[in-house]
């Protein structure tokens, strides 16, 4: 394959152009509609007690760690993952692998977080969990899936972002490029600086 670099590139580049975002009643929003409501969340957080929550596992745990550290380092929203060993041994021995993170929201979320529900299938048990946890205790769900454009995750949050692909590849950083254009638009990039690296903090909500 000669050209294997070019055709994944362009492959890749269809995949994430396909993006589709939902609200919570399952009608289609653009994704900048989608971007923009994760925006008004995140400013509802500024000079609050809440913070954001990311799940995944898996690939989807690497994306929830390192967004989590950029969206409070660069970001300046009060960040946190549940991926700590202990924890996830202790409770999946405990409660069972499903309640690994739900538990874990039950324990540390508060009405008004925000939970960001990683999973490229849509059908992990344990994300399913944590979201219906979140959402019982009046936070805002953000899903972000892929695979079955059906799959139970995407009809879970109040934003849901879908990649249409099977490829765990193109749905893994197809992913963390949607989080990474909530936090560098939400920070100030432009395509009139395009190279140069955001560093606006967030205003609060008015």
């Known amino acids: ?36 409501r994760a925006h008004d969340a995140m ?14 596992n ?8 390192h967004m989590a550290i950029d969206f409070a380092k660069n970001g300046g929203v009060r960040s ?18 499903d309640q690994v993170f739900a538990k874990q929201v039950e324990m540390q979320g508060l009405p008004g977080d925000i939970l ?35 799959n139970r995750l995407r009809a879970r949050g109040a934003t849901n972002f879908y990649v249409a692909s099977g490829v765990y590849g193109f749905v893994e950083t197809a992913h963390q490029a949607i989080l990474h254009a909530i936090l560098d638009t939400a920070m100030g990039w432009t395509t009139e600086a395009a190279m140069t690296q955001p560093s606006r903090k967030m205003n609060p909500a008015r």
């Not at 400013?43 to 995944?56: A, D, H, Q, S, W």
């Not at 898996?58 to 760690?65: D, E, H, M, W």
């Not at 993952?81 to 405990?94: I, M, P, Q, R, V």
């Not at 299938?121 to 454009?149: H, R, W, Y």
């Open 80 to 97: 946190v993952t549940f991926n700590d060993a202990s924890s996830l041994t202790c409770l999946g021995n405990d409660l069972g692998y």
């Open 1 to 36: 394959m000669a050209n294997a670099f070019a055709d994944y590139l362009r492959s890749f580049v269809e995949v994430l152009n396909s993006t589709e975002a939902t609200d919570n009643s399952g009608k289609t929003i653009s994704v900048d509609a989608g971007i923009a």
């Open 43 to 56: 400013r509802k957080l500024i000079g609050t007690p809440n913070k954001m929550m990311f799940v995944g």
């Open 116 to 150: 960001l529900a990683i999973s490229s299938s849509g059908e992990s048990k344990n994300i399913l969990a944590a979201v219906d946890q979140a959402n019982a205790m009046g936070c805002t769900c953000i899903t972000l899936s892929g695979f079955a454009p059906g």
């Open 58 to 65: 898996g690939g989807s745990a690497g994306i929830a760690g």
